[in-house]
């Protein structure tokens, strides 16, 4: 007799390709509508999934891992970061836990480079003097930016993304710093050209772009506080498509607004999906809504791999891309 289909549930919208592919695996109960979950229908929903699947925006917490049928033995994340599931809670209650890293550091990086470019020269300004109709024409004075071409970029965080963003800045004529909880290899450091500081207080001092690539842990909550943003000089300016919580958006606003830094360029926010109005008001801040990863591509690779994670637990091995207990 065949062995009934594990019950995955999936918390969002896919792309139909993965959808189409986990039915045909799994009996996968679907998110048709794409309207986020409530923390009570994810609650209700571990009652008796096997599987679950959430992304980055839902908080699968100890209240919800409490919550959870004694079928619930994994939760296939889409997305990198964990930071939105309580894993001490998942090791306690012997839930495995998987995510999707490696197939969004190109986008990533990509987005990390299009702000980097962005914010110095004024692109979303100009922009908008387009189409409010105010652009009178060409003026030798007319929204003058900063060239990149020379500058320092100090890259916080010099995981896979940071080290893609490394390699294009170089084609841009960045000189690459880096501050990083462990010293990367020196043939690393070698191929990027790249300096490390061991303290990021010295480093952000230097630096004339500072790009935020490391993850939200408890650790990095708040790491560029307003004592450290105070460091930074008036004419430099901050990236980040991390997460937001890494910065202290309050101190950052008020940087901004005084021009004690010149400008920003934030795909993350510290309360998504609100954004801080004091941000809102300011010109020299790119806003974009969380789409650094944002490619068909990058979505179906991510499925892909949430796919191979269930499969491969499922079929009593252990998932190639389980989150490791030195993370919890």
Same mark, same amino acid.
């Given at each position: 007799m065949a062995q009934p289909k594990p019950l995955v549930v999936v918390t969002r919208k896919l792309p139909d390709v993965i959808e189409t592919r986990l039915m045909e695996l799994f009996e996968t109960r679907l998110n048709r509508d794409d309207r986020p979950m409530s923390q009570a229908e994810i609650t209700e929903s571990v009652k008796t999934a096997d599987v679950l $699947?959430?992304?980055?925006?839902?908080?699968?917490?100890?209240?919800?891992?409490?919550?959870?049928? #004694?079928?619930?033995k994994l939760i296939a994340s889409f997305g990198t970061g964990v930071?939105?599931?309580?894993?001490?809670?998942?090791?306690? %209650?012997? +839930?495995?836990v998987t995510n999707t890293p490696g197939v969004l550091t190109e986008d990533t990086a990509d987005m990390t480079m299009a702000l980097i470019l962005a914010v110095p020269r004024r692109l979303t300004e100009g922009e908008r003097v387009i189409r409010s109709g105010e652009w009178e024409g060409w003026g030798?004075?007319?929204? &003058?930016? %900063?060239?990149?071409?020379?500058? %320092?970029?100090?890259? $916080?965080?010099?995981?896979?993304?940071g080290q893609a963003v490394a390699k294009r800045a170089l084609g841009f004529g960045l000189s690459v710093h880096y501050h990083n909880r462990r010293r990367v290899h020196k043939d690393i450091?070698?191929?990027?050209?790249?300096?490390?500081?061991?303290?990021?207080?010295?480093?952000?001092?230097?630096m004339d772009i500072v790009s935020i690539n490391c993850p939200h842990t408890p650790a990095t909550y708040h790491l560029l506080s307003a004592r450290r943003l105070n460091l930074m000089k008036p004419t430099s300016y901050i990236v980040n498509t991390s997460r937001g919580e890494v910065i202290d958006e309050n101190a950052l606003a008020r940087k901004l607004a005084s021009g004690q830094i010149s400008g920003a360029g934030l795909d993350v926010f510290e309360h998504? #999906? !609100?954004?801080?109005? @004091? &941000?809102?008001?300011?010109? /020299? $801040?790119? &806003?974009?809504?969380?789409?650094?990863? !944002?490619?068909? =591509?990058g979505r179906v690779d991510m499925g =892909?791999?949430? +796919?191979? /994670?269930? @499969?491969?637990?499922?079929?009593?091995?252990? #998932?190639?891309?389980?989150?490791?207990?030195t993370m919890f």
């Open positions: $699947v959430p992304t980055v925006t839902d908080q699968i917490d100890k209240a919800v891992l409490t919550s959870a049928g #004694p079928r619930l930071d939105h599931i309580d894993l001490a809670a998942a090791r306690q %209650r012997g +839930i495995s030798p004075t007319l929204m &003058l930016g %900063r060239r990149i071409w020379g500058k %320092r970029l100090g890259i $916080v965080g010099m995981g896979r993304i450091e070698t191929e990027l050209e790249a300096t490390y500081w061991e303290s990021l207080d010295q480093m952000l001092a230097h998504e #999906p !609100a954004v801080n109005p @004091k &941000l809102m008001e300011l010109d /020299n $801040v790119v &806003l974009l809504p969380h789409m650094g990863s !944002a490619t068909l =591509e =892909e791999k949430v +796919i191979i /994670n269930i @499969k491969t637990f499922i079929d009593g091995h252990t #998932p190639p891309d389980r989150v490791l207990e």
